[in-house]
């Protein structure tokens, strides 16, 4: 199967809404995409949908996955925020991801970040996540926004974690006890801000 065919049938294989997500958005016209605009979707390094509720919105409704971004692996920046995600597990198959914005979702768990590598910022404030230990591994991490989530517990930093994370915003999380704070900064080196 030649590489044209193959964008096609990943067009049609995707969800309406990420369809109209990409044509709206992305390439900015209705007509069905021609094989150069499938082309360019599929090369992709940096995605950024902002739902009707951002300040600065590209998308006039919201996603309810990320299924429309699975094949998408030059993705190295993905900005997807005020939308209805609550799962982010299909990340696992983009590890060239060096920075994700998902922030302002209905996201319950970070599963699926695991082994992103790369992965140098990660904002994920305003969500409903209650655990980090997925970023355990992630030892390039720079910037950590986990703000306004349900965090209980800071498990998952690591005093390896201290040579390059530089920004880590945990604060108000109303489940965070102080004394997780004391330790990530005290034991790991780790301002938490």
């Excluded at 996603?63 to 597990?89: A, F, Q, R």
């Excluded at 979702?105 to 695991?114: M, R």
Aim: glycine share 2%; hydrophobic share 40%; with cysteine.
């Amino acid at each position: 199967m030649n590489t044209l065919s193959s964008y096609k049938i990943w067009w049609k294989s995707l969800s309406p809404q990420w369809r109209q997500a990409f044509s709206l958005s992305v390439l900015q016209k209705q007509d069905e995409p021609t094989n150069e605009d499938l082309e360019t979707l599929k090369k992709l390094q940096v995605l950024r949908l902002a739902g009707p509720e951002a300040p600065y919105p590209n998308c006039v409704f919201e996603l309810n996955d990320l299924s429309g971004i699975t094949e998408l692996n030059k993705l190295e920046i993905l900005i997807i925020t005020h939308h209805n995600i609550e799962s982010i597990e299909v990340l696992a198959q983009l590890p060239s991801l060096k920075a994700i914005f998902l922030l302002n979702n209905h996201i319950k768990s970070l599963k699926g970040i695991e082994s992103l590598f790369n992965l140098e910022q990660l904002y994920v404030q305003c969500n409903q996540i209650s655990s980090i230990k997925e970023i355990e591994q992630l030892l390039n991490l720079r910037e950590f926004y986990i703000h306004d989530n349900k965090i209980v517990s800071l498990e998952g930093l690591t005093e390896a974690h201290s040579d390059k994370l530089r920004k880590l915003v945990c604060q108000p999380n109303e489940l965070l006890k102080q004394k997780e704070i004391i330790h990530a900064e005290r034991e790991l080196g780790i301002i938490c801000r």
